[in-house]
């Protein structure tokens, strides 16, 4: 069962909100923020990512960088000025990007069920990013973006969901990347909530430092409190969440600078002991166990040869956990995605045509372009408690940080 509970949320004025809403902090780099927020003082990403107001050479983790996401999130608060509802509410969030539309519902979800595993991973955390965003809640005292969950549709709540759309919205604008965000405040909470508890299971589908982070920012205020009741505000976590029908996960695609020593010819022979290759291939593969790879200017496609030891195990048989086995480990030296600099991921909302540029330009020797995972294998590798490969999901349309703030 899984238990949702309206918060009282900190947010800007209608009028304002498409100027405080941001990309998540973990979708851009520095350089990226900075363009982003600049000439807009209300940009979130002046709180999610503080170092943009400060020299270049500032190191992002060290202390002067969370002052001043204290400071920039003071500033917001009273020059927006960011608002505080009256009541504890749970909200409704629609995205449409083109023709595809998700709809979700917006309420903190409980460290608890996050640490009993209730609430189901499929990625790894990082500790030193882990760190980052723990310590930037804990400077805050907030929760600035939303953990994306999903869950198995259910009619019921679909219902509620559709209902509540045709109330007037306290949110509704048009990002600069032409995807529309709309915000609704439910009206019956407790229906809500009962609805919620007949869903056995929460799926972690984006923001698994940030669930790790509010588990140990939960564990550091536990540790400082005189009278820990578990009702506290810091026990439960800001989350989104969609039925798993409604989800759209596109490619995450790779790029790797080198191609480990090897001259073309005798990465190709490599490739071929492994792959069956036609050219000329599309830029994305048409179906899954299949790949398209870019070399010289050319694009190849990838299938396993006939002949090739089958992949034993759920995630074994992910496409990206064939594609790092079967070349990207044995053929190009890449054995641990976490880690190695010499490759790099490319989101699929930016293109093959982004894996091109990159190669044309020299920046990458080759690119490889998969199939997307499907959101029904996400699920299965959750509920087998298991690990998916690293970069194994992009999902679009994005969240916007700052719209609805979970403070603590």
């Not at 976590?237 to 989800?247: I, N, S, T, W, Y």
């Not at 299938?303 to 079967?326: K, N």
């Not at 982004?354 to 299965?380: C, H, I, N, Q």
Request: with cysteine; aromatic share 8%.
């Amino acid at each position: 069962m899984a238990n949702i509970r309206p918060f009282n949320a900190l947010r800007p004025p209608a009028a304002r909100a498409k100027y405080v809403a941001s990309v998540p902090y973990d979708v851009v780099n520095t350089a990226e923020a900075r363009a982003l927020a600049a000439g807009n003082p209300l940009n979130f990403l002046h709180v999610s990512r503080p170092e943009i107001d400060l020299p270049e050479s500032t190191d992002i983790h060290s202390d002067i960088v969370y002052r001043q996401a204290m400071q920039s999130f003071q500033k917001l608060r009273k020059s927006c000025p960011l608002l505080v509802e009256d009541a504890p509410s749970i909200y409704v969030y629609r995205l449409i990007m083109g023709s595809h539309e998700q709809v979700g519902v917006v309420a903190c979800c409980s460290v608890d069920e996050y640490d009993q595993d209730l609430i189901k991973k499929h990625e790894r955390t990082r500790r030193d990013k882990e760190d980052d965003r723990t310590h930037h809640m804990m400077v805050l005292g907030a929760q600035t973006g939303p953990v994306f969950l999903t869950y198995r549709a259910r009619r019921d709540i679909d219902t509620m969901v559709m209902e509540t759309t045709m109330t007037e919205a306290l949110f509704d604008f048009t990002a600069e990347d032409g995807v529309q965000h709309t915000v609704w405040r439910v009206p019956d909470l407790v229906r809500f909530a009962e609805a919620f508890r007949q869903v056995p299971l929460l799926y972690i589908a984006d923001g698994h430092h940030r669930a790790a982070s509010a588990s140990r920012a939960r564990t550091q205020m536990k540790e400082q409190s005189f009278s820990h009741t578990g009702d506290e505000e810091y026990n439960f976590f800001l989350a989104v969440m969609f039925p798993d029908e409604q989800l759209n996960i596109l490619a995450y695609n790779r790029v790797v600078k080198d191609l480990n020593g090897l001259s073309r010819d005798d990465f190709m022979a490599s490739v071929r002991r492994n792959f069956e290759t036609t050219e000329p291939a599309n830029a994305a593969p048409p179906e899954p166990k299949n790949w398209s790879m870019y070399l010289d200017g050319r694009w190849y496609g990838l299938t396993l040869r006939q002949d090739a030891a089958p992949a034993e195990g759920l995630v074994a048989s992910l496409d990206v956990s064939l594609l790092q086995e079967r070349l990207l480990d044995p053929i190009l030296g890449i054995r641990d995605v976490r880690t190695d600099k010499r490759i790099d991921f490319v989101g699929g909302i930016r293109g093959t045509k982004e894996l091109e540029r990159l190669v044309d330009e020299g920046k990458a020797a080759v690119a490889f372009s998969l199939y997307p995972t499907t959101v029904e294998d996400l699920l299965k590798v959750s509920d087998a408690g298991e690990i998916m490969p690293p970069k194994s999901t992009w999902f679009e349309p994005k969240l916007r940080d700052g719209l609805l703030i979970h403070t603590f």
